[in-house]
């Protein structure tokens, strides 16, 4: 269509032009007419569209971060800076934090109905007997854990299980038979005589 529609500005371009020798129009705005009509032909173009580009199979391998420009603030002013109102952030409770990453870990480990509190009093009181023993004690404050699980703290840790047996049977059950189950709790009964936190009931 815009061919076609070149083709009758430039028929008229000619035509004007060629009939202006003979006749004298004496018409200002037929002149500006073919002016304007003879500068606007050179900038009718047409364009071949073509198809879109499939990007579908692109696959981003790698990136690569810069550097920005860093900028000093210097915080000098006069005044007190005025609090936030209304602020819904809450303080992080260590020990709720922990009991929660304990649960997590031995819901993991164990099988069957067991609720939080069953975990966390099984892990409580393997803690506690072990705590009782100094020796151990002792070779975990001084030793790295590799070196502490290999000195009398596995002995130790049998005989928490074995005494916990009427109290916490099923627990102590599958600890003493899953090789799995063993050598996790007892990565969560090091790291909570590590910590040196109490989980109060």
Do not use: C
């Not at 037929?30 to 990007?55: C, G, R, S």
């Not at 696959?59 to 000093?72: F, G, M, R, S, V």
């Not at 299980?161 to 009964?189: C, F, T």
Request: proline share 2%; aromatic share 6%; no cysteine.
């Amino acid at each position: 269509e815009l061919d076609i529609f070149k083709k009758d500005l430039v028929s008229f371009i000619r035509m004007y032009e060629f009939l202006s020798q003979i006749v004298n129009y004496e018409d200002e705005d037929l002149e500006k007419l073919w002016a304007f009509i003879k500068h606007l032909i050179p900038n009718l173009k047409t364009y071949e569209t073509k198809e879109p580009i499939d990007v579908s199979l692109v696959e981003l391998t790698h990136y690569k971060l810069h550097k920005q420009k860093a900028n000093d603030i210097p915080l000098v002013g006069e005044g007190e800076l005025s609090g936030i109102e209304g602020g819904g952030a809450v303080a992080r409770d260590p020990e709720k934090e922990l009991m929660s990453e304990i649960v997590s870990e031995m819901n993991d480990l164990f099988e069957g109905e067991l609720t939080d509190d069953d975990m966390l009093n099984y892990a409580r009181t393997i803690r506690d007997k072990m705590v009782e023993n100094s020796k151990v004690m002792q070779q975990v404050s001084n030793n790295s854990k590799e070196q502490a699980m290999l000195g009398g703290f596995k002995v130790a840790f049998d005989d928490a299980i074995i005494s916990s047996l009427d109290v916490h049977q099923n627990m102590a059950k599958q600890v003493l038979s899953e090789h799995k189950v063993r050598e996790g709790l007892a990565d969560i009964v090091y790291g909570l005589i590590m910590k040196n936190i109490s989980l109060n009931d």
